[in-house]
């Protein structure tokens, strides 16, 4: 099991531009979640992947922000036209349909920390 | 309405000694999970412990423990035996039983800090 990993750790930018994060879930893990976290706030759910699927979408996820997960493995989050208020820790997070069904916890990556400068 | 409730911004506890972080909840499910999670200044999130609306008894895993009280929608984990690792940003979420989607919903969180 090596975990959820995420690229890049660390992601500045000038407004503006375009960028895309990576995640590698956990090789077994159907679900997968992207996160946004703030500074001194918890994380907030983003969207949700089942397998290829992605099956629901966050209001917060505005029009320049789009996620693929081609062929049910890794998926890419990419944000256009970045703004100073997307500055954030980005999280992954998958976890498996097995057994445990809701009571299986997610399993988080590191993140990768925009800065829009 | 937040569906997660950390009131506490900050605790300090002393090492050794055992601490409180509390949690409410809101929803209208019958069936639901709750979560801790710790967050170290390294940023990754540790699952720490799961209490789920049906189970019978309060979940405990090693020096972590939760105070599920239903009536009052309150999910309070409770740390035994403080240590100086402990220190970290605390997270309760929550896990709706009819959310197809097994999304977890956060608190704000609160930051605990052990003195020596």
């Known amino acids: 099991d090596t975990g959820v990993s995420q690229n890049p750790r660390h992601k500045i930018t000038k407004r503006g531009q375009n960028v895309t994060f990576r995640c590698d879930p956990i090789s077994e893990h159907n679900r997968l979640y992207w996160y946004r976290q703030t500074l001194g706030q918890g994380p907030e759910f983003l969207t949700y992947?089942?397998?290829?699927?992605?099956?629901?979408k966050s209001r917060l996820l505005s029009d320049r922000f789009s996620a693929e997960r081609p062929k049910g493995s890794f998926s890419t989050l990419e944000i256009q036209r970045t703004e100073q208020g997307d500055s954030a820790m980005y999280l992954c997070?998958?976890?498996?349909?097995?057994?445990?069904?809701?009571?299986?916890?997610?399993?988080f990556g590191n993140g990768t920390r925009l800065t829009v400068t | 309405a937040q569906k997660i409730t950390q009131t506490q911004p900050g605790m300090f506890v002393q090492e050794k000694e055992a601490v409180t972080l509390d949690c409410t909840y809101d929803t209208s499910d019958q069936s639901y999970g709750l979560f801790w999670y710790k967050q170290p200044s390294s940023g990754e999130m540790i699952f720490l412990i799961y209490?789920?609306?049906?189970?019978?008894q309060n979940a405990t895993e090693g020096r972590y423990s939760l105070n599920f009280q239903k009536a009052r929608k309150s999910a309070n984990l409770v740390i035994s035996a403080s240590q100086l690792g402990d220190s970290a940003m605390y997270f309760c979420?929550?896990?709706?039983?009819?959310?197809?989607?097994?999304?977890?919903?956060f608190g704000s969180g609160t930051r605990l800090l052990v003195r020596p």
């Open positions: 992947f089942q397998n290829e699927a992605q099956l629901e």
């Open positions: 209490q789920g609306s049906y189970d019978e």
């Open positions: 979420a929550m896990r709706e039983g009819m959310d197809s989607s097994y999304k977890l919903i």
């Open positions: 997070a998958s976890s498996s349909q097995d057994l445990q069904g809701a009571r299986s916890p997610l399993h």
